[in-house]
Structure formats: C-alpha cells, structure tokens
C-alpha cells in the first residue's frame, strides 16, 4: 500500500518563493510517475508538473522557469520549489503517485496562498 503525504504549503507574497515536499511511504517500487496538480476555487484540478522515472519532467505552460519538480536523494520524498510565486498561483496543491498498477494515490493536499 502505498500513502502520500504534503507539505510546506502557506502564506507568502507575489514574487516570493516555497518549497513543497510530498513524503512516500509503502510500496514505492510500483510508483513510475509523481505529479504535482493545484485546484484553486471554482477552477478544475490541473497539472503543474510531473516526473516520470528520476528525471523526465514536465510543466504546465504557466509555471515553466518558476516551479521545478525534482526527486530526493532517498527516492521517497518529491519537491516542488516555487519560485516567483503570483497570486494567481494561489490554491490547494495535490501530490500524486502513479502506480504500474494502474491506479493513482493522492495526498491530501497543501494549500498554497500568494498575497499581491
């Protein structure tokens, strides 16, 4: 069974920074893929960015040059550093895992605020 865990969401101004952490505990081998998605208000749940194995990554067209997703040393552990962050960057951020299974685990969510 596999569980994902966020953090290091919060408040911070428009042109500010934060690093999101997504802990994953279980079977880690069946993981082939980790994304990172954010639901404002209102609005559908989107990508902002995945990584496929340890280093083939993807953005969203809005994040690309700000936002870099990466794998920690223990290969438990996916960041998200957000850089330049702007207000309407502001929503709750989701942690998936894509299983060879078939199947994805979501994490709970972090809720990300960018003040103006």
């Known amino acids: 069974q596999v569980q994902v865990v966020e953090s290091g969401g919060g408040l911070v101004q428009a042109g500010g920074s934060l690093r999101l952490s997504c802990v994953v505990s279980g079977s880690i081998s069946s993981i082939h893929t980790m994304g990172w998605y954010r639901q404002a208000p209102g609005k559908q749940r989107e990508l902002v960015a995945r990584?496929?194995?340890?280093?083939?990554?993807n953005y969203e067209d809005s994040v690309k040059g700000r936002f870099t997703i990466s794998i920690g040393s223990a290969r438990n552990t996916v960041y998200l550093q957000m850089n330049s962050l702007k207000p309407e960057d502001t929503a709750v951020y989701y942690c998936?895992?894509?299983?060879?299974?078939?199947?994805?685990?979501w994490g709970q969510g972090t809720q990300v605020t960018v003040s103006s």
């Open positions: 990584i496929i194995g340890v280093d083939k990554t």
């Open positions: 998936a895992a894509y299983r060879s299974l078939g199947d994805t685990i």
